[in-house]
Structure formats: C-alpha cells, structure tokens
C-alpha cells in the first residue's frame, strides 16, 4: 500500500501567478520493500539500482543497533505509481553484490494495541492481586 507525506511546495513552481503563496500538498508514495542485500549494500548502491526507474523518495536501510551493520533489508518510497511497478518487476529476483534481491510492495505495518502501563493482562482464573 502507498504511504502520505505532506510536502510544503511553493505555488510559484507551480504557477508564476501565485509567487507569494505557498500551499500544502498530500503526496502518496509507494512503500518498496527490498529484501536479501549484503550486509555491506549501503544506500547508494540501493539508490543507483532504482534511480533509473524514477524519483526516489527516501531509502531506509535497517541497521542492528550493536553491531551497526545492515540487517539485510531496506525501504525504497517512490512517488510514481507507474515506475514503482516496473521497478519491481525488473528488480525483483536480480543479483546485486553476489546475491539474489527480492523486491515487492511493502505490507502495511499491522496495528498494535498501546501498550499502557496502568493496563494489566488478564491474568486468569484464581488470581489474586497482592494489596
């Protein structure tokens, strides 16, 4: 599913009439998820992989706190619907550093209850809280 971003655009790009306005557009992107990189593929090896496809958004590569190394997966956010596709369809199951990328739509992150601290779990049948 495509991800929002409000994006701050002056009206002048748009329109020399409207020089002195600036408005707030929504622009969808679409959430690319790439899967099964080296844990030595940094940024710009990902960046020059889906640029000749298009503008590309933002690339967040995940990295493991400790170590600071990649964890062999990445996030690529495309404005334009079209392009996403085909660079899905071309990428995906290519070879990049020795090894065989999987490339498709990212799945919305699934919802989760918040977590109050105040809230306690069911705890079942006979328990007893201490006072």
Known sequence: MASSDLVWVS??????????????????????????LSDRTTEDEIWSLFDPFGVVYSINVAYDKYSGRSKGFAFVEMPDDSNAVLAIKELNNSVVAGQTIVVYEARPK???PEN???SRPNRGPGFRPRY
């Open 11 to 36: 009206v002048s790009s748009l329109a020399p009439v409207f020089s002195e306005y600036t408005c707030l557009i929504k622009i969808i992107f679409v959430n690319i998820f790439v899967g099964n």
């Open 110 to 112: 699934p919802e989760r």
């Open 116 to 118: 109050n601290r105040f």
